[in-house]
C-alpha cells in the first residue's frame, strides 16, 4: 500500500483565494454570486505571473497557474522533490473559451489577420497544466484532463494512481476554469440548466437550475514517505478514488443514480473504508431538479438510510465546472482538520425528495470525523468520488 497525502493546497474562488479565507467564507455562510454568476472579481495573475506572462495566457490559466503556485510554495516545491519524479495534471472542462470567444470574432471582422498568433497556446485545455510546469521545472508526467464537471476529483484521483504506481513521487492535480463568457452562459441556458432567478439553493424545493462560477483549486499530493523524507506538513490523505460512466444519457445522471453509486462505492473500497466510516459528504449538488433527487437516490443507495451529514458548496460560490471537483475536495480537508462542517446556504424548504442529513442554517460541529467523501458527476455521464481522510 502507498499512502498518499496532501501537502499542499492553492485556491481561488469568489468568496476567497487562500485555503483560511474560503472555508471561513464558507462557515459564514457568505456568497460570492452576484448577478447571477460566481466570478471572481477581485482577481489578479500577478504575482504568479508576470504582466507579460498573464497577457498571453487565457484566464483559466491564470487562475490555475495562481492556484497552484500557491499550493507549491506552501507544499516548499521545487524545494528538496526531484524535477523528474514530480508531475502535474491539471483539467479543466472546456479550456480557453474566453480567448476562443474572442479570437473567433477578430476572424469574422477581420480576417486571417485578425487572429492573435498565441490564440493556440492560450486556448488549449492543457495551457495550464504546462504553464505550471514550466514555472515549477517539472520534468514528469504532465497532461490535463478533461470529464466536464467530473474534471477536477478525476485529476487528483489520477494523480493518486500515478504516485501508487510508482511513477512519480510529488504531483500538482486539480481544476480550474474560467467560462463565464456569453456563449458559454447562452448555451446553458437554452439548455434550462441555468437557474432562473440566479440563486444556487441545492436540494431546496425551489432549485431550478445551477449558478456558473469561476476559480481553481489545486493540491500537492505526496507520496506519505517522500513527504516525511522531506519534513513536509501533511494536511489530509487522498484516501480513496472511485470513478464510473452512466452510460445513460448525454447531460442527464442515470434515473436510479448508478453511476453515483458506482464511483461512491468505488471510493469507499479504495479507501478500505465502509460506508458507516464516512463522518460527512460534500456532495455534487448542484442545485438542479434532476442531480440533487438523483445524487440523493444514490446517497441512500450506498449508505442504506445512515448517509452521514451533507452540504453543498456550490451555494456559495456557484458551479465552477473543471475545478468543482477540486475545490470540493479542499473543502473536505478544511472540514477534516478544523472538525466542523460547512452548510449549504439557501436550503430553507428542503426537498421532501432529498431527504438526507443537511448541513443547513449554520455550521455543525464535528470533531470526531476522520473522513469525508467528494461527488463530482459531469456531463456524458462521467462520474468521480473522493474519499479523503484525516491526516
Known amino acids: 500500500m502507498v499512502d498518499v497525502v496532501v501537502t499542499g493546497r492553492g485556491i481561488v474562488t ?4 487562500t485555503p483560511d479565507a474560503f472555508f471561513d467564507a464558507l462557515l459564514h455562510g457568505t ?17 504568479a505571473m508576470s504582466p507579460k506572462e498573464a497577457r498571453r495566457a487565457d484566464r483559466y490559466t491564470q487562475l490555475g497557474v495562481k492556484a497552484a503556485m500557491a499550493a507549491a510554495a506552501e507544499a516548499g516545491l521545487p524545494g528538496a522533490a526531484d524535477p523528474a519524479r514530480t508531475g502535474v495534471i491539471l483539467g479543466t472542462g472546456v479550456g480557453g473559451l474566453e480567448t ?8 469574422l471582422e477581420d480576417g486571417e489577420r485578425g487572429v ?12 495550464a497544466a504546462g504553464t505550471v510546469a514550466m514555472k515549477l521545472g517539472i520534468h514528469g508526467p504532465g497532461f490535463s484532463v478533461a470529464s466536464a464537471c467530473a474534471t477536477g476529483s478525476h485529476a487528483i484521483g489520477e494523480a493518486k494512481r500515478m504516485i501508487e504506481r510508482g511513477e512519480a513521487d510529488v504531483v500538482l492535480a486539480g481544476g480550474t476554469e474560467a467560462a463565464l463568457t456569453g456563449l458559454c452562459l ?35 499530493l505526496e507520496r506519505a514517505e517522500h513527504a516525511v523524507a522531506r519534513g513536509a506538513t501533511v494536511y489530509a490523505r487522498i484516501a480513496g478514488y472511485g470513478a464510473s460512466n ?6 442527464q445522471p442515470a434515473e436510479d443514480g448508478r453511476g453515483a453509486a458506482d464511483a461512491m462505492r468505488a471510493a469507499l473500497a479504495d479507501a478500505g473504508a465502509s460506508p458507516g466510516d464516512a463522518g460527512y459528504l460534500n456532495a455534487h ?6 442531480n440533487d433527487k438523483i445524487e440523493t437516490t444514490a446517497v441512500h443507495a450506498v449508505f442504506n438510510g445512515g448517509a452521514p451529514p451533507v452540504s453543498s458548496t456550490k451555494s456559495n460560490i456557484g458551479h465552477l465546472l473543471g475545478a468543482a471537483g477540486a475545490v470540493e475536495a479542499l473543502a473536505c ?28 442554517g449554520a455550521p455543525r460541529e464535528a470533531n470526531g470525523i476522520e473522513l469525508a467523501i467528494s461527488n463530482s458527476f459531469g456531463f456524458g455521464g462521467q462520474n468521480a468520488c473522493l474519499a479523503v481522510a484525516k491526516a
Open 333 to 360: 480537508i478544511e472540514a477534516l482538520r478544523r472538525g466542523v462542517l460547512p452548510q449549504t446556504i439557501n436550503l430553507e424548504q428542503p426537498d421532501p425528495e432529498c431527504d438526507l442529513d443537511h448541513v443547513a
Open 186 to 220: 447562452a448555451a446553458f441556458k437554452r439548455m434550462g440548466a441555468l437557474s432562473s432567478d440566479g440563486m444556487s439553493r441545492p436540494f431546496d424545493v425551489r432549485r431550478d437550475g445551477f449558478v456558473m462560477g469561476e476559480g481553481a483549486a489545486v493540491l500537492v
Open 116 to 127: 492573435s498568433p498565441h490564440f493556440v497556446p492560450m486556448m488549449m485545455p492543457n495551457a
Open 31 to 47: 456568497s460570492g454570486i452576484a448577478d447571477a454568476v460566481g466570478a471572481c472579481v477581485n482577481f489578479d495573475p500577478e504575482p
Open 246 to 251: 452512466d452510460a445513460f444519457h448525454i447531460t
Open 14 to 17: 469568489s468568496i476567497g483565494e
Open 285 to 290: 449538488g448542484t442545485g438542479t431538479p434532476f
Open 100 to 107: 476562443l470567444e474572442r479570437e473567433c470574432r477578430n476572424w
